[in-house]
């Protein structure tokens, strides 16, 4: 047989193999496993996740190697400083969450402890209240104002806005409209999933790639990364924020 095995082809044999199909499968979900600690430990972040994120898909979910990727991921979400920049208190709730009341505050922020370049962002949110609003802001200098338009993720209350605009959960602010408006209702969790690679930038959100769009030539090509909570009602938890490296996708 010429060639890489096919999936579905593998996973027939393998099941037909019965409690050694089964042993192969916990097999080789250690060694992704332990492939994922090692990157992590070296600080290849970017390599630890995506082998973290292939553990499930090869041993099967609620097994005993899944739950341990799992349990490793979560250990990341607190190897993140964040610096609170502004007037605004922000609250931390019971999981952890950073929390935004509904109170405006002028120029407030969770602003990234390090500078990047070309990164990936993952994380999960909520907004609470009909003129709730937030957002990810990319690649700021971290002082005076944030630069908005052209730099930001819009994330906001508007899961029932059917025209798409660049003021969208989902748009390049002021800039580019989403594809689609994924959001989910209010008080509901979701994930949101960013990607820059020089001036591109591409976003998913609760799994559908909702942008694909080109940064403007203000942007810089380095700087930090920030939470908005400048108009309130919203909260992030579960934030992993780090570099890539050639090849990750």
Known sequence: CQGKLQQPVAEGWFKKAGPEGEQFDERLAARVLHQA????????????IAFLDAVTPVAGPNTSAANLATQQRATLYDTLTWNMKGPRKWQRGEQGEFIADSKRENGSYLVSDQ????????????????????????RQSGNGKPVEKGAKIQLANDPDLKKMDPFTTGALFGVTSPDSNAGLPEGKWNTLRIQVRGKDVKGWINGTEVLKATLPDTIPDSGHVMLDG????????????YGLVDGAK
Not at 119 to 133: D, H, N, P
Not at 230 to 241: A, D, E
């Open 37 to 48: 600690k090692g990157e992590l430990a070296r600080g290849n972040t970017s390599a630890g």
């Open 230 to 241: 400048v108009v309130g009602g919203i909260s992030y938890r579960k934030v992993l924020l």
């Open 115 to 138: 500078t990047y370049e070309d990164f990936e962002l993952t994380c999960e949110w909520k907004v609470q209240g009909r003129t709730a609003m937030g957002g990810i802001l990319l």
